[in-house]
T-cell receptor
Framework: ETGVTQTPRHLVMGMTNKKSLKCEQHLGHNAMYWYKQSAKKPLELMFVYSLEERVENNSVPSRFSPECPNSSHLFLHLHTLQPEDSALYLC?????????????FGPGTRLTVL | QKEVEQNSGPLSVPEGAIASLNCTYSDRGSQSFFWYRQYSGKSPELIMFIYSNGDKEDGRFTAQLNKASQYVSLLIRDSQPSDSATYLCAVTGDSGYSTLTFGKGTMLLVSP
């Protein structure tokens, strides 16, 4: 596998379920990101991890819980979601967390909350 | 609230023409600017980045930055039907960190 991978690619869950999204990067990067992309809205940054430490949390509801066990893996744990949380969730990574570092995106997980 | 504005389009151009995509941003301290291309149902992929005022060329693509006007553009020369996609403008702040604010994107349609 190369680049940034995400699993699962599609997920349908009920509002009472608990699920996790997984992201893995094979680029040797030190920063990883979670974004949400909803229809008709710009990409929204959710969380940033730099060297496995959370450095950004953009007022995301607590029903979304990130985890970064090492610099190659990033998880987004989901529980008691709402239908409006249905969206494409994108993971990205960059060499470091500097503004000149390009972010590379994974293929995304299409989440549907029933 | 940092904002990045793009015309949603669609911008329709014939094959072989120049497509011009524009973006304005609100944070005067923004330092780095990125253009991503996103095909329908796919994730964004980097086209170009630019940090300094002026033009930057890469193949058929030219990025133009004017920090005084808070304006960044992407020109696509010799447009191809395969260029049909949504183009996202992304801007960092003045913190020195890679915290991107994205525009909603401009849909480009290149007709054969």
């Amino acid at each position: 596998e190369t680049g940034v991978t995400q699993t699962p690619r599609h997920l349908v869950m009920g509002m009472t379920n608990k699920k996790s999204l997984k992201c893995e990067q094979h680029l040797g990067h030190n920063a990883m990101y979670w974004y949400k992309q909803s229809a008709k809205k710009p990409l929204e940054l959710m969380f940033v991890y730099s060297l496995e430490e959370r450095v950004e949390n953009n007022s995301v509801p607590s029903r979304f819980s990130p985890e970064c066990p090492n610099s190659s893996h990033l998880f987004l744990h989901l529980h008691t979601l709402q239908p409006e949380d249905s969206a494409l969730y994108l993971c990205a990574s960059s060499l470091n967390f500097r503004d000149t570092d390009t972010q590379y995106f994974g293929p995304g997980t299409r989440l549907t909350v029933l | 609230q940092k904002e990045v504005e793009q015309n949603s389009g669609p911008l329709s151009v014939p094959e072989g023409a120049i497509a011009s995509l524009n973006c304005t941003y609100s944070d005067r301290g923004s330092q780095s600017f990125f253009w991503y291309r996103q095909y329908s149902g796919k994730s964004p992929e980097l086209i170009m980045f630019i940090y300094s005022n002026g033009d930057k060329e890469d193949g058929r693509f030219t990025a133009q930055l004017n920090k005084a006007s808070q304006y960044v553009s992407l020109l696509i020369r010799d447009s191809q039907p395969s260029d049909s996609a949504t183009y996202l403008c992304a801007v960092t702040g003045d913190s020195g960190y890679s915290t991107l604010t994205f525009g909603k994107g401009t849909m480009l349609l290149v007709s054969p």
